[in-house]
């Protein structure tokens, strides 16, 4: 894609609606989808990188209750003629065809690659990849083997969102969430990913959420790896120009 003069490519992620209750994130979701209406003049492109939820699970003929204005909000934009890109995160990796067949955002599961003005990007929510934290990646298998999702669904939806949604806000080894300081660079999991991948193949920015920590980070003086934030802590976002990728925050 080339990017008109005067447009900007936004990418978003980890606002968890929902936590620790829908009233509380209330806020969030309005400040949210203000920051939405302010972008969409000169967006080219808005990507979010997952966790938009702090649960999501698609029964066949039911979804969780609420954020009808951040799913209004996006549809607006999309039929608008923006492209909206969306990233299964770990707290919504359960989501199938809503966002496609409702929004007609498209839907992806692993990490995809980009190219901007000549720029390489490669972009996703950042869970399991990298070493170490084999306690989620564990975890992720049994959560999305179709037959841990075919015996979920047989909970009936007032039974089965309650309680994912209790565990997810309340289970560490189900959020994979991890502190917010920098742990380094050789322990930090998406940098030695990044890193790997350059072994492989040249990418001028490595888009992901997932760290909720606010990261800009030079690989090999040729390539950045950028971490998005949270709209819990940080609320921030990156935004390319067409020519350069910054973090920005959102003002209160």
Avoid at 158 to 187: H, M, R, T
Avoid at 207 to 232: A, C, M, Q, V
Avoid at 233 to 248: M, P, R, S
């Amino acid at each position: 894609m080339t990017i008109p003069e005067g447009k900007k490519v936004y990418f978003s992620s980890d606002n968890h609606l929902g936590a620790p209750t829908r009233e509380e994130s209330r806020p969030r979701e309005v400040r949210f989808v203000k920051w939405l209406d302010e972008i969409k003049e000169d967006a080219a492109a808005i990507f979010l990188l997952g966790d938009l939820f702090d649960f999501w699970f698609e029964y066949k003929h039911a979804i969780p209750k609420g954020f009808v204005r951040v799913l209004g909000k996006l549809a607006e934009i999309k039929d608008n003629g923006t492209p909206v890109y969306f990233f299964v995160g770990n707290h919504d990796l359960w989501m199938r065809d809503y966002f496609k067949e409702e929004l007609n955002i498209p839907v992806y599961h692993q990490p995809k690659e980009f190219e901007f003005n000549n720029k390489t990007f490669l972009v996703g929510h950042g869970d399991g990849l990298g070493p170490g934290d084999h306690g989620y990646k564990r975890m992720k298998k049994v959560f999305t083997n179709p037959l841990s999702k075919w015996l979920y669904r047989w909970l009936h939806p007032d039974l089965g969102i309650p309680l994912a949604q209790y565990f997810s806000v309340k289970n560490k080894a189900i959020s994979g969430d991890q502190e917010q300081e920098f742990l380094g660079e050789e322990k930090e999991w998406l940098i030695q990913y990044c890193r790997r991948k350059l072994e492989e193949k040249h990418y001028d920015y490595f888009l992901f959420g997932h760290r909720h920590l606010p990261l800009e980070i030079d690989l090999n003086g040729k390539s950045t790896y950028i971490n998005t934030g949270d709209w819990l802590n940080f609320y921030t976002y990156a935004v390319f120009d067409g020519e350069k990728i910054v973090l920005k925050k959102i003002e209160k």
